[in-house]
């Protein structure tokens, strides 16, 4: 059974770090692609981070860019958000998103969350 599984979320002061995490399991023989969400409350949920293409570069949201950096630990099957620089505008649950394609079909498989506040 696929399944992904956030961490790293609480509440920070403005200016301060956090960094999020994602463990992926249950991929037999697809690769995976992934990406960060983010959905704050009453909104809409948004991408945050998400590669170009495997082994490629990261497409990062205005609101982030330069702030937040997205890496993977393919050995360790985990997905990396380093943000720094927090804002209030930045607290939302994070999401993490796991795509693969079969037989040219993208399927997308989430995991729960984890809630970030930035707060003073």
């Known amino acids: 059974q696929v399944q992904l599984v956030e961490s790293g979320g609480g509440l920070v002061q403005p200016g301060g770090s956090l960094r999020l995490s994602c463990v992926v399991s249950?991929?037999?023989?697809?690769?995976?692609?992934m990406s960060w969400y983010r959905q704050a409350p009453g909104k809409e949920r948004e991408l945050v981070a998400a590669?170009?293409?495997?082994?490629?570069?990261?497409n990062y949201a205005d609101s982030v860019k330069g702030r937040f950096t997205f890496s993977r630990d393919n050995a360790k099957n985990t997905g990396y958000l380093q943000m720094n620089n927090l804002k209030p505008e930045d607290t939302a649950v994070y999401y993490c998103?796991?795509?693969?394609?079969?037989?040219?079909?993208?399927?997308?498989?989430w995991g729960k969350g984890t809630l970030v506040t930035v707060s003073s």
């Open positions: 998103n796991a795509r693969i394609t079969r037989a040219g079909v993208k399927i997308d498989y």
């Open positions: 249950g991929f037999t023989f697809s690769s995976y692609a």
């Open positions: 590669p170009i293409s495997d082994g490629g570069s990261t």
